[in-house]
């Protein structure tokens, strides 16, 4: 019913920049808050930035000021904006999103299936 997808990844010169997306779709009473992680091979999946549904934002350290994330509510969408990428940032980047789906009255964590981010030096 709830579908999240990933949308923007690719390849990109260290320096550069990308715009992620992320689509929620399917029957959707409300949408609170939203994150990307992301997950490089060999190491664990980490959280990247998060935005409340009132637009409150958080960060992690390694991308602070260098990234940003923002969400449509009207349109159900979450977006990243990534500047001045390392070869560090090169991962699958996962969009999550706590759901209240038309099925039922409770939100519950949703998961898109991710979206390649390669940044070469």
């Known amino acids: 019913q709830v579908q999240l997808v990933e949308s923007g990844g690719g390849l990109v010169q260290a320096g550069g920049s990308l715009t992620l997306s992320c689509a929620a779709s399917?029957?959707?009473?409300?949408?609170?808050?939203m994150a990307w992680y992301r997950q490089a091979p060999g190491k664990q999946r980490e959280l990247v930035a998060s935005?409340?549904?009132?637009?409150?934002?958080n960060y992690a350290d390694s991308v602070k000021g260098r990234f940003t994330i923002s969400r449509d509510n009207a349109k159900r969408l979450l977006f990243l904006q990534m500047n001045s990428l390392k070869p560090e940032d090169t991962a699958n980047y996962y969009c999550?999103?706590?759901?209240?789906?038309?099925?039922?009255?409770?939100?519950?964590?949703?998961w898109g299936k991710g979206t390649l981010v390669t940044v070469s030096s």
């Open positions: 999550n999103a706590n759901v209240r789906p038309g099925s039922g009255y409770y939100g519950s964590p949703y």
């Open positions: 399917g029957s959707i009473i409300s949408i609170g808050t």
């Open positions: 935005i409340t549904s009132g637009g409150n934002t």
